[in-house]
């Protein structure tokens, strides 16, 4: 890595304009290079990770980022009242506004990113798309023009022939964006797009451009410095995406050959250059299986996928920003830039892939991830007993690894993944752990389909749960007794007596008793019978001898018989939480003496999956519609998610208006299913 050799009178103090894992990354290297840093946070941020690491933090106001870390001019004056010299927009947010630019070097302020000439001309993709055509950067076919009429929008569709990709103008993140596949459904995509766009951006305008079929889409990261040098730091295979967005990115690009690097960086540099572009950027294109590739957009930030570049060429992205924005020249030439191994990026979120990657809110009630070492790394905003609520993106962290070759970080990433404990929250581990595994992400036969091309595999149900599990879970809940037990009769005046002890010893024999646990519909029983030594448990008329120990943070050290096994076992109330095979599993402990009734409610449900706002409703009270009518849209973290109806049947009456906030299972909507004779 480049030692740090910020100079002394540069940069003393930086605010961070973000939240998140972004601003506790950029805090770690100011860190590192002696340079102060202010943290900014909203009401619902007043506890966050990256709040407790930074030198100072000011709150800017309530969760809503409207009013808080898109409030400009908050930002500006928590940067002024702190004496910082400098702002880091992180990534989203603020990060791609000119006008935050323009703001913060109007009041004296270094903006740590690029000018803001360059971000406006970027940051229309239609006015990008102009400027690439100009400097013979070849291009996706579509309508990148000004005009946004529905029924002109239409035409052009047609005109390009479908499936047509609909896409924000502004922004990115796969927010804004659809896939249409016929005409007819065209003008739903379309308001769809926009509705989003303008929540999520501020700008509604839309491009449509040729979907093509099993594309790739592979990025280059470019930086320049305000000497006029421009790089790029090669590429990142970004084609595993599900709903637009990146899950899993690697570098460099499987199958990428020289002359084809070569010949992308060239037109990313020269993209770069077309605006005057200085710092971090990434410039994005679409690949085609024969291997032609087109400009699709250049984000003037630093990306959240940055961590795998850095990985693989030993160089500190945030460190690079910093250094420009003291005007220094770029560290290293074209030249003296090389690619070490192969690095792997997995984002942790905190979604239900079984439910379309729905997010989830909560509290983050047991965290563990793997240990950091030279070939893993995680960067993250949250740790345990921090909440993940509805504002902001549901990322817990991203994990990356690095190796000398891809199949060495194939290897890596499944074990990291495997060391991952969340419990609290939905998540997507184990979704990323068949990932990675699958034959066709091993096999590097990637475009962005992936995901949905491979569903059978990724999203396999049914699977047998192994006996161990069940075993596990019950000799977790009988040593936790036993250390109940024993802390309990420590507090008494005779913590030796025989009373205290929960060994099953009766007058004439031992005790015998049964747990019962539930997953889905699946009901075992394990029989226990205390022995010395341990326990015999009876799991389908089989019995296995089983001891173990407690560890620190739930661990479990389990004996089964001869099988000697390392595992975590989380309780929540009823719920347990089983980590073992590289795996979690979930289980709920029933107590025979009671049950409790759960309310019904029809399939699929008519009940907010989260907290959020209703932006449109989509049928009439009193309407009667089809299973699968779309009935209203939830807006939540940024995207939209439409209740549709479960059966066939009438809508008496919507609960909630548009623009009312509703909170997770609220019930949304009176529906009288339709009679069946």
């Not at 009013?67 to 908050?74: G, V």
């Not at 595999?457 to 599990?469: D, Q, Y």
Request: hydrophobic share 45%; proline share 6%; glycine share 10%.
């Amino acid at each position: 890595m480049y030692p740090a050799m910020i100079s002394p009178y540069v940069l003393q103090k930086i605010l961070i304009a973000n939240r998140g894992e972004i601003a506790c990354r950029v805090i770690k290297t100011a860190r590192r290079l002696g340079i102060a840093t202010v943290a900014v946070y909203s009401e619902a941020d007043a506890d966050a990770r990256h709040v407790r690491l930074a030198d100072e933090a000011v709150l800017i106001g309530s969760a809503a980022p409207r009013e808080s870390y898109l409030a400009m001019d908050k930002i500006i004056a928590a940067a002024h009242q702190t004496g910082a010299q400098a702002i880091h927009p992180g990534s989203g947010f603020l990060s791609e506004n000119p006008k935050f630019a323009e703001a913060c070097a109007a009041s004296g302020l270094t903006f740590i990113g690029p000018p803001a000439a360059a971000m406006r001309a970027m940051g229309s993709k239609s006015a990008a798309k102009t400027l690439m055509a100009q400097a013979g950067i070849p291009l996706t076919p579509g309508y990148h023009g000004d005009r946004q009429e529905p029924a002109f929008l239409r035409e052009q569709a047609n005109r390009i022939g479908y499936p047509v990709l609909i896409k924000a103008s502004s922004g990115g993140g796969g927010k804004g964006m659809r896939v249409v596949e016929r005409a007819e459904d065209f003008e739903a995509a379309l308001a769809s797009c926009q509705r989003e766009a303008a929540s999520a951006f501020g700008d509604e305008r839309v491009l449509i451009e040729k979907y093509l079929p099993r594309p790739r889409h592979i990025e280059i990261q470019v930086f320049g410095d305000i000497h006029g040098n421009i790089v790029h730091l090669f590429e990142r295979d970004c084609s595993v995406q599900r709903r637009h967005q990146k899950v899993l990115e690697e570098a460099p690009a499987p199958g990428m050959t020289p002359a084809r690097r070569a010949a992308m960086g060239r037109a990313a540099v020269e993209a770069a250059r077309a605006v005057g572009y200085v710092g971090a950027g990434t410039v994005e294109f679409i690949v085609a299986p024969d291997g032609v590739f087109y400009f699709m957009e250049m984000n003037t930030r630093l990306q959240i996928e940055h961590p795998i570049t850095e990985m693989i060429t030993g160089l500190d992205l945030v460190e690079w920003q910093l250094r420009v924005a003291s005007g220094e020249p770029l560290p290293l030439t074209q030249e003296q830039l090389q690619i070490h191994g192969h690095a792997l990026e997995a984002r942790i979120y905190a979604e239900d892939p079984a439910k379309g990657f729905l997010p989830s809110t909560g509290k983050l009630t047991h965290l563990a991830s793997p240990e950091e070492n030279l070939h893993v790394r995680v960067d993250t905003g949250v740790e345990e007993g921090d909440e993940i609520g509805p504002f902001y993106d549901p990322m817990i962290a991203k994990l990356i690894v690095w190796d000398a070759s891809r199949e060495q970080a194939l290897a890596r990433m499944l074990q990291a993944l495997a060391q991952y404990r969340i419990v609290g929250v939905a998540n997507n581990v184990d979704f990323l752990s068949r990932l990675v595994a699958s034959p066709a992400f091993a096999q590097a036969d990637l475009d962005t389909g992936l995901i949905e091309r491979e569903r059978e595999f990724l999203f396999a149900t049914g699977a047998p749960i192994p006996r161990e599990v069940f075993l596990v879970a019950a000799l977790a809940t009988l040593l936790r007794e036993e250390a109940r037990a024993r802390s309990e009769a420590s507090h008494h005046a005779d913590p030796l007596s025989p009373w205290h002890w929960r060994d099953g010893w009766r007058l004439n024999s031992r005790a015998e008793r049964r747990l019962l646990f539930r997953a889905g519909e699946l009901e075992k029983a394990v029989g226990v019978r205390y022995v010395e030594g341990g326990y015999t448990l009876a799991l389908e008329g089989r019995e296995t001898f089983a001891r173990g120990e407690l560890g620190p943070n739930n661990t479990l050290w389990v004996e089964l018989g001869g099988l000697r096994l390392n595992a975590t076992v989380v309780v929540a109330g009823e719920r347990r939480y089983v980590f073992l095979y590289g795996r979690a599993w979930h289980l709920a402990r029933i107590d025979p003496l009671y049950h409790s009734g759960e309310g019904g409610g029809l399939e699929g449900g008519l009940l907010a999956p989260m907290p959020g706002n209703i932006i449109a409703l989509l049928a009439p009270a009193g309407a009667k519609v089809e299973k699968g009518a779309p009935l209203l849209i939830l807006e939540a973290m940024k995207m939209e998610h439409t209740i549709t109806a479960p059966v066939a049947g009438t809508v008496k009456s919507f609960r909630f208006a548009v623009g009312d906030q509703v909170s997770d299972g609220a019930e949304l909507v009176e529906f009288e299913p339709e009679m069946v004779a």
